[in-house]
């Protein structure tokens, strides 16, 4: 029997109302129904809820969605394309940075100061880190067990340094062999620890163990340090990275740029861990400039050793001295004592260590002979002489009777011999530092008119005092000469006419470096001509010719080689007949000046000397400053003759003269053989 079939009522009765919303609406034909059934499409009796508007809005709005879409994909492959390549591929292929051999510093003969040794560091690459914290705190926790380290630094280092999450971080420095091969076998284990190698340096000539010590190299050559955070920020474009050093002080810093050297760049293929695979490719670094400087190492310690000599036999401990070529400002040797031993901070130095030299009385670690300023004494009259003899305001003849001083009111300025020096002419009076003398070339006395303080401060900074000298090494100051205007600022003060009888002395407020007094003296010795310091002489790369480094003069006196040379010819006459007699006995002519600085009541007076010999020729000018040495002439004067002493015999041109009699000679006993 055939199904029977539904079908619908087509019957007037039957009609479609409203929107039926997909639904069918039907009804079933009685059993007896008779007629046949009436097909019809579905399409006649289903309702939208969508207009054709909506329609098209829709159609727009997956319009907008597919180019939304295709225009994120476009950007992502083409403008960031670049950026996610370069990540992907910094999961597979790594830049490990090679650092450079830094340049090595030389004295003039070329003799090395420092060297390159081998070193090693436990270092950590954060982005082999894991993600997600837990995991994350679980292998630095490793790593701090590791290394005998706490947690907190070790995660302080790393979020400090989010920055740089490519490059590596130190954890620790100057590691041994044996330190490094264990983390090299266990590190496997921990994702981005690994031990680096690199080098670091060392100074054998200030090492306590070397036979040739000259410790206050230290002050020239400087050490290096761990570049800071902050400092990061500042050389990241220059290519520094956290993992670098830096020159701190001395040559070091002064000429970092020539002795860095340029990186290089080893490309390596890396697992999922981090863990190096093979070598892609690789770039050479390029090492560092060699630096040749003006010092002499032989001099350098043989003036070292005067000076400690003389420091030991007085019990005294702080101390400077200069040996400076006046021709072109080159330094030959600096000393500064106490001093340190720089590789304690080559090799890292401990903070206990650190914080027991910033806390020594005698600061070893300043320099001195470059920072420190000290009233000058009487080393300064011969500025003073100078100026005078410039002006016109006295000539070689002009004498005054030294009594034991003068008397200007109720103050009476003295001079250091009880009963005075009698008629005082400009050459005796450099001679025997005859206090009157200076008084009255300086501020006047009674109708007696002198420089005045405008026109000795115009000579003193015409010798370059009261101004850095400009020498390549860092930490200079300036020194300083009073002012009416700044006695009235700072003091409340008017200027009194004793005021300018201390500063025509070097006592009062005057305050010189070791540095500005050499450079004054060399400017003397040379016949007017004042030269910056120098410390630095040739700049070699590691291709090409050595670089000179050229002498560059300040300025030229603007007064004629007359005041000077009467100013030579006094302080020539100071060793022969003055003060620095016990010079007299070398066998070469020495001139110069000494000094007895009071600047305490109830400390000794600072001891000074600065000169030049050959008194002819001058080649060589020697300062020398002892903190409360006491007399110039008792404690400074012994050292720059024992120095003087072994320039002549090894450097000087008595020296030279000694050779060529030496060789005639021999030649003359070799011809009596042969003939």
Not at 261 to 271: M, S
Not at 379 to 388: D, M, N
Not at 592 to 620: C, L, M, V
Request: charge should be neutral.
């Amino acid at each position: 029997m055939p199904p029977i079939l539904p079908k619908f009522d087509y019957s007037p009765d039957f009609k479609l109302t409203g929107k039926y919303r997909f639904d069918w609406v039907q009804n079933v034909a009685p059993p007896d129904a008779t007629a046949p059934m009436i097909s019809a499409s579905p399409r006649s009796f289903l309702g939208l809820s969508l207009g054709s508007k909506q329609i098209l809005t829709l159609l727009i709005i997956i319009a907008i969605g597919f180019a939304a879409l295709l225009g994120r994909l476009i950007y992502l492959q083409t403008v960031k394309g670049g950026y996610f390549l370069a990540a992907a591929e910094q999961n597979r292929i790594r830049i490990v940075p090679i650092p450079a051999e830094r340049g090595i510093i030389t004295d003039r003969m070329g003799v090395s100061l420092v060297e390159n040794i081998p070193n090693f560091s436990i270092v950590l690459a954060p982005q082999d880190l894991p993600r997600h914290k837990e995991e994350r705190s679980a292998i630095i926790k490793d790593i701090s067990e590791e290394l005998n380290d706490s947690p907190e630094r070790i995660e302080g280092l790393v979020q400090d340094y989010q920055a740089y999450r490519f490059d590596s971080l130190i954890l620790k420095d100057n590691v041994t062999y044996e330190e490094a091969l264990k983390v090299i076998l266990s590190g496997k284990s921990i994702p981005g620890l690994r031990v680096e190698r690199g080098m670091r340096r060392q100074y054998p000539g200030t090492s306590a163990s070397s036979s040739t010590r000259a410790v206050a190299l230290s002050h020239i050559l400087g050490y290096l340090g761990k570049v800071t955070k902050d400092e990061l920020n500042d050389l990241k474009a220059s290519g520094y990275l956290p993992t670098d050093t830096i020159g701190r002080v001395g040559v070091e810093a002064s000429y970092e740029k020539f002795l860095r050297g340029v990186y290089g760049r080893r490309y390596i293929e890396v697992n999922a861990r981090g863990e190096e695979l093979n070598t892609v490719a690789e770039d050479l670094p390029t090492p560092g400039a060699t630096v040749a400087l003006t010092i002499d190492l032989d001099a350098q310690i043989a003036l070292e050793t005067a000076l400690n000599r003389v420091l030991t036999a007085n019990h005294k401990k702080r101390g400077s001295a200069i040996a400076m070529d006046p021709r072109n400002g080159q330094i030959i040797a600096i000393v500064s004592l106490p001093a340190f031993d720089n590789n304690e901070f080559a090799r890292g130095i401990s903070a206990e260590e650190y914080d027991r030299l910033l806390n020594d009385e005698n600061t070893p670690l300043f320099s001195r002979a470059v920072g420190g300023a000290f009233p000058s004494g009487s080393v300064i009259k011969p500025l003073v002489a100078v100026g005078a003899l410039a002006e016109g305001i006295i000539t070689r003849e002009t004498s005054f009777l030294s009594v034991g001083g003068i008397q200007v009111g109720p103050w009476f300025f003295s001079d250091w011999k009880a009963g005075g020096h009698g008629i005082t002419n400009v050459t005796k009076a450099l001679a025997q530092s005859v206090n009157t003398f200076f008084y009255m070339i300086g501020g006047g006395y009674e109708k007696f008119t002198g420089l005045g303080i405008e026109r000795l401060t115009k000579y003193y900074k015409l010798f370059g005092l009261s101004v850095a000298t400009g020498i390549d090494l860092p930490g200079e100051t300036s020194g300083f000469i009073p002012s009416k205007e700044w006695k009235e600022k700072k003091k409340g003060e008017r200027w009194y006419i004793g005021d300018t009888y201390n500063v025509s002395i070097g006592q009062g407020d005057v305050l010189v470096t070791p540095l500005q007094m050499a450079d004054a003296t060399a400017a003397i010795a040379n016949g007017g001509v004042l030269l910056k310091p120098k410390i630095g002489m040739t700049i070699k790369p590691p291709q090409g010719p050595a670089q000179n480094i050229p002498a560059e003069v300040i300025r030229h006196m603007p007064f004629g080689v007359g005041p000077l040379q009467i100013v030579r010819e006094g302080m020539r006459l100071a060793v022969q007949d003055g003060s620095a007699r016990s010079l007299n006995t070398l066998p070469i002519h020495v001139a110069g000046k000494t000094g007895t600085a009071q600047w305490s009541d109830k400390h000794p007076t600072h001891a000074w000397f600065t000169g030049f010999a050959p008194y002819e020729n001058p080649q060589i000018v020697v300062t020398v400053m002892i903190e409360e040495g006491g007399e110039g002439s008792a404690v400074a004067v012994p050292v720059v003759k024992e120095f003087l002493l072994w320039w002549a015999a090894h450097r000087g041109a008595w020296h030279r003269f000694a050779a060529v009699v030496s060789l005639s000679i021999r030649s003359t006993i070799l011809l009596n053989v042969c003939y």
